[in-house]
């Protein structure tokens, strides 16, 4: 028991002091942290070092006041400076730095634990300090440096008046050099038949680009010549800095933002090499199919190009996407904000365009009609003449151009005589009445006769006759030809029922009114 009894009672003690001395610590560090903050010395503009802590009654900030005004007063009563008139000495554990009669500072045991140093070497170093700065200082307030400087603010004025005489000097050679070549190198600008620019304008515009420089090159030599002047006196040095700063920091950011980005730009350029090449590599074999040098099995030559293109731009949207990330301020919210609102735009405004766009894929690959063809949509009858992704236009008979949307055709029925004419012979029929007194193979001889006296029509397949109703008083009597040239049809009509009157009235027989002139498309022996 009575040892149970002396563990207990050491245990309490042990733990007592263990918390007394965390409690003693941490109220140190705290204090510690606190003496932390470092107020700067500085008499002469320039900091020369950091105080940290305070001696009671006096804070760190009321020390590094009263250093620099000491500093400060020391220079302004020793004008003459000597090395031997800055002591150092020891007095009761604390080092002092004195100029003559005037304790400078005061080195604690504390300065140097917080700066990491002995009290000694602390010493020595804002000695060598003090000694440089109210050397300097003493140096810089003679009169002769003085004078010094005003000669050398006078030089700089002299340079700048100078050097800006010589700018206008060489920018005035230079007007006259550009207006001696009015006619020789500096000519009219074209762009094809277009005139761009005559030479006067030209000249013009270049002498405004130049004088432009000229006023870049003035200015910046005015600009640079005032922090020059600001940085002779040690009381505007920093102002210089900040006039300097503002030129040169924007520069600098710059230049390292390039050689940062340059890794990334190596990878854009090879990426879009490869890219460049591949499509080449498509081009080269888009020519081949459309000249028909290859084939490929179910692959009509007229797809080659419009394929070429819907894969380029595939091609080009996968490479934006490959290349995105790399691209300069591509996270940026403002980079962003722009492209998400150019999507909703291309959105909303283009509805109608896409489905102008998609109809033309469409037709392309459905090959209703090729660029030459005699087609007719709708009641427009006409040869193609252009087709674009968004529209297609016809020229008609009577030369007039007609644009139609594309998805107009996909809605529309679409005739193609051309293909017909091409493929299998188009049949141009007419419809003549006949009483029942004439006999039919009379007419059909007469009919036949007039088919083969019409030029433009094939021989071969032969045109034939269709009595296509009984009505009550006559027999209609449908001719039918073939032709090959779907460009001639008005023309052909025009023979066709001409040589139908010649041969009749050579016969004697008298037509009745025409029933029905028409176009059907039909293959042969149909």
């Given amino acids: 028991m009575k040892n149970l009894f002396f563990f207990l009672i050491c245990s309490i003690l042990f733990c007592s002091f263990v918390d007394n001395d965390s409690v003693e610590h941490i109220q140190?560090?705290?204090?510690?942290?606190?003496?932390?903050?470092?107020?700067?010395?500085a008499p002469f503009f320039d900091t020369l070092f950091y105080i940290r802590t305070g001696i009671a009654p006096f804070s760190a900030h009321e020390r590094a006041t009263a250093i620099s005004e000491?500093?400060?007063a020391a220079s302004k009563v020793y004008k003459s400076f000597h090395y031997d008139s800055l002591v150092l000495f020891l007095d009761g554990?604390?080092?002092?730095?004195?100029?003559?009669?005037?304790?400078l500072m005061t080195i604690s045991e504390e300065d140097a634990r917080l700066n990491g140093k002995s009290q000694t070497m602390l010493a020595r170093e804002y000695k060598e300090i003090i000694e440089t700065a109210i050397w300097k200082r003493s140096k810089d307030t003679r009169l002769?440096?003085?004078?010094?400087?005003?000669?050398?603010?006078?030089?700089?004025?002299?340079?700048?008046?100078?050097?800006?005489?010589?700018v206008n000097y060489l920018f005035r050679k230079i007007f006259i050099k550009i207006k001696h070549?009015?006619?020789?190198?500096?000519?009219?600008i074209k762009i094809k038949n277009y005139t761009l620019m005559d030479e006067e304008k030209t000249i013009a515009f270049i002498l405004l680009l130049t004088n432009a420089l000229r006023y870049i090159v003035i200015f910046v030599i005015l600009y640079l010549s005032i922090p020059l002047a600001f940085s002779v006196f040690p009381a505007t040095q920093k102002l210089s800095n900040v006039l300097f700063g503002y030129v040169f920091d924007p520069?600098?950011?710059?230049?390292?933002?390039?050689?940062?980005?340059?890794p990334k730009l190596i990878t854009i350029i090879i990426t879009v090499i490869v890219f460049r090449y591949l499509i080449r590599g498509l081009r080269f074999m888009a020519e081949e199919i459309d000249k028909k040098r290859l084939t490929l099995t179910g692959f009509y030559s007229d797809w080659a190009y419009p394929t070429y293109h819907i894969v380029k731009t595939l091609l080009y949207a996968f490479l934006l996407v490959v290349i995105w990330d790399y691209l300069p301020f591509s996270n940026s919210p403002i980079f962003q904000g722009v492209s998400v609102f150019i999507g909703v735009?291309?959105?909303?405004?283009?509805?109608?365009?896409i489905g102008n766009v998609i109809s033309g894929l469409v037709l392309t690959y459905m090959r209703p009609f090729k660029i030459g063809d005699r087609i007719k949509i709708g009641e427009i009858v006409g040869n193609v003449v252009e087709k674009t992704p968004l529209v297609t236009r016809i020229r008609t008979p009577k030369n007039e151009e007609v644009t139609i949307p594309n998805s107009n055709i996909m809605t529309a029925q679409t005739f193609n005589y051309s293909e017909s004419a091409r493929t299998w012979g188009l049949i141009l029929h007419t419809t003549i009445g006949m009483g029942y007194e004439t006999p039919w193979r009379k007419i059909h001889e007469l009919l036949i006769d007039a088919a083969k006296r019409t030029p433009d029509t094939m021989k071969e397949p032969k045109p034939f006759i269709l009595q296509t109703a009984l009505d009550d008083y006559f027999v209609e009597y449908q001719l039918n030809v073939y032709i090959s040239d779907a460009d001639k049809m008005a023309l052909i009509y025009s023979n066709l029922h001409q040589n139908i009157q010649d041969?009749?009235?050579?016969?004697?027989?008298?037509?009745?009114?025409?029933?029905?002139?028409?176009?059907?498309?039909?293959?042969?022996?149909?």
Wanted: glycine residues 8%; hydrophobic residues 50%; aromatic residues 10%.
């Fill in 28 to 41: 140190q560090h705290s204090t510690l942290r606190r003496t932390y903050a470092m107020e700067p010395v």
């Fill in 70 to 72: 000491r500093i400060r």
């Fill in 93 to 103: 554990g604390i080092y002092e730095i004195a100029y003559g009669r005037i304790i």
């Fill in 144 to 166: 002769t440096t003085i004078l010094l400087r005003v000669l050398m603010i006078l030089v700089i004025i002299a340079s700048q008046y100078l050097l800006l005489k010589l």
């Fill in 181 to 188: 070549l009015k006619g020789t190198v500096i000519k009219t």
């Fill in 251 to 262: 520069l600098k950011e710059i230049f390292l933002g390039i050689i940062g980005y340059f």
């Fill in 345 to 353: 735009i291309f959105t909303l405004g283009s509805t109608s365009v």
């Fill in 503 to 526: 041969v009749f009235n050579e016969a004697g027989i008298d037509l009745l009114a025409f029933k029905k002139v028409g176009v059907e498309l039909c293959q042969n022996g149909s």
